[in-house]
């Protein structure tokens, strides 16, 4: 399974971004990839859970520090989820990295399967 990330970039405190991650590689047996979500790395913080997902009516989650400004979506018959980003502020800056999981693991970065390359998003004050 692979997982290609893109968007992201540059952006003032405020506006709005959109990342998307689509899985590729799966074989025709559903259960490759139950969840998929996004985690976010910024220089010397630990990775945090941004949002994830999962398919077939699962659980979702979405960190605290994003609440009400992220959502998460997604789009079933690609197996891809796309990341809305709103407000953004200066401290969302970060590498945020797409994850995929055979199983639901919310915000336990370790229970991942899969993880796509990072995209650097940010955002100026």
């Known amino acids: 399974v692979q997982l290609q990330a893109s968007g992201g970039g540059l952006a003032q405190a405020g506006d709005s971004l959109k990342l998307s991650c689509a899985a590729s590689?799966?074989?025709?047996?559903?259960?490759?990839?139950?969840?998929m979500g996004w985690f976010r790395q910024a220089p010397g913080k630990e990775r945090e859970l941004v949002c994830a997902?999962?398919?077939?009516?699962?659980?979702?989650l979405c960190g605290t520090s994003v609440e009400g400004r992220f959502t998460i979506e997604r789009d079933d018959a690609k197996k891809a989820v796309n990341l809305q980003m709103r407000s953004l502020k200066p401290e969302d800056t970060a590498v945020y990295l797409c994850?995929?999981?055979?199983?639901?693991?919310?915000?336990?970065?370790?229970?991942?399967?899969?993880w796509g390359q990072g995209t650097l998003v940010t955002v100026s004050s």
């Open positions: 994850a995929a999981a055979t199983k639901w693991n919310g915000h336990f970065s370790r229970g991942y399967d899969y």
């Open positions: 590689g799966l074989t025709s047996d559903v259960s490759d990839v139950y969840s």
């Open positions: 997902t999962s398919w077939h009516g699962g659980p979702e």
